[in-house]
């Protein structure tokens, strides 16, 4: 069954202070790392797909890098706006990427 | 288009009755997730149809849940019976069969409490 665990469960930034989020995940077959960003009372929103490890990807401020066995989201120099819960999943099991695991999510709050 | 459309956005619901939440995805999307995200928990798969096609259910999905997606369009959950443990958001997500990779697009769910 796969698996992914997220940490920390919580972080808190001042503005300018730039950080990393894990994700580690155990996958019979990956065929994707995604992450995602989720505001509250809303649905998450898709940020990267990562497939191979050395695979690295940039939005902005933030940039993912995916291992064998973990990805990172790093936060360089965050704003207030970036504040959110960011969520990893992992899609694959059994042969096919539709059905994507979720990890519980890192809540990343930014103090101007 | 708008993106995937949920409604409604939140119901309060008596334990034991019946709710049916709709879905509209991308139209142009062929594959259409349903998940649940409780507090404090990441999104968890629910079903997943392709078209018209209900291809997975989860063991989560128990019987006295329905999905359905009549014509490959619009999608509806319907929960029976509802129980306490069923409050939770229902997220619907959307995406094209051959562009998995771009990431699905979800709703801003549906809210539900049981009371």
């Known amino acids: 069954e796969d698996q992914v665990t997220q940490s920390p469960e919580a972080l808190r930034l001042q503005e300018g202070e730039s950080s990393s989020l894990n994700c580690s995940y155990t996958v019979s077959g990956l065929r994707g790392l995604f992450w995602y960003r989720q505001d509250p009372g809303k649905g998450p929103e898709f940020l990267f797909t990562l497939y191979s490890a050395g695979e690295e990807k940039e939005k902005e401020r933030l940039k993912a890098t995916l291992t064998k066995k973990e990805s990172f989201l790093h936060i360089t120099a965050p704003k207030p706006e970036d504040s959110a819960t960011y969520l990893c999943?992992?899609?694959?099991?059994?042969?096919?990427?539709?059905?994507?695991?979720f990890g519980k999510g890192t809540l990343l709050t930014v103090n101007p | 288009d708008t993106g995937v459309s949920q409604d409604p956005r939140h119901k309060i619901t008596k334990r034991g009755q019946n709710v049916t939440f709709r879905c509209d995805p991308i139209?142009?999307?062929?594959?259409l997730y349903w998940y649940r995200q409780t507090l404090g928990q990441g999104p968890e798969f629910l079903t997943y149809?392709?078209?018209?096609?209900?291809?997975?259910k989860s063991r989560l999905l128990s019987d006295r849940f329905s999905a359905e997606r009549p014509k490959g369009s619009f999608s509806t959950l319907e929960i029976q019976r509802t129980e306490q443990g069923d409050s939770a958001m229902y997220l619907c997500?959307?995406?094209?069969?051959?562009?998995?990779?771009?990431?699905?697009?979800f709703g801003s769910g549906t809210r539900l409490t049981v009371v």
């Open positions: 997500a959307s995406s094209l069969a051959r562009q998995v990779n771009y990431g699905y697009t």
């Open positions: 999943a992992v899609g694959g099991s059994g042969g096919s990427n539709y059905k994507l695991t």
């Open positions: 139209s142009e999307h062929n594959r």
């Open positions: 149809f392709q078209n018209e096609a209900q291809l997975e």
